[in-house]
Nanobody, 123 residues
Framework: QVQLVEYGGGLVQAGASLRLACAASGLTFSGYTMAWFRQAPGNEREFVSFISWRRGNTYYTDSVKGRFTISRDNAKNTVWLQMNSLEPEDTAVYYC????????????????WGQGSQVTVSS
């Protein structure tokens, strides 16, 4: 059974940093592109970033470029999202996802999802 479990959410002030972690089990982690999505109240789930399984290529949505960094450790079956200079607009539930595709940016392209972790940024 595949499980993705997110850690590290919380309440912070604008300008602060948070680091989310996603621990995966039940899958061959090194064979999956890992991503972070987020969903704010009243909004659709949106893509944030992915890191590919083959070459570790990364990709970010424009609103987080230069502020967020995605990384992975295949030996630990873990992917992280370092979030710096957080803004109130970053407030959302953040989801970890796994896909066998190389460069997926649509939620439909992902095979497995975590339960989500709340990130709240106050102004």
């Amino acid at each position: 059974q595949v499980q993705l479990v997110e850690y590290g959410g919380g309440l912070v002030q604008a300008g602060a940093s948070l680091r989310l972690a996603c621990a995966a089990s039940g899958l061959t982690f090194s064979g999956y592109t890992m991503a972070w999505f987020r969903q704010a109240p009243g909004n659709e789930r949106e893509f944030v970033s992915f890191i590919s399984w083959r070459r570790g290529n990364t990709y970010y949505t424009d609103s987080v470029k230069g502020r967020f960094t995605i990384s992975r450790d295949n030996a630990k079956n873990t992917v992280w999202l370092q979030m710096n200079s957080l803004e109130p607009e970053d407030t959302a539930v953040y989801y970890c996802a796994a896909a066998t595709r190389q460069t997926p940016v649509l939620s439909d392209e992902y095979d497995y999802w975590g339960q989500g972790s709340q990130v709240t940024v106050s102004s």
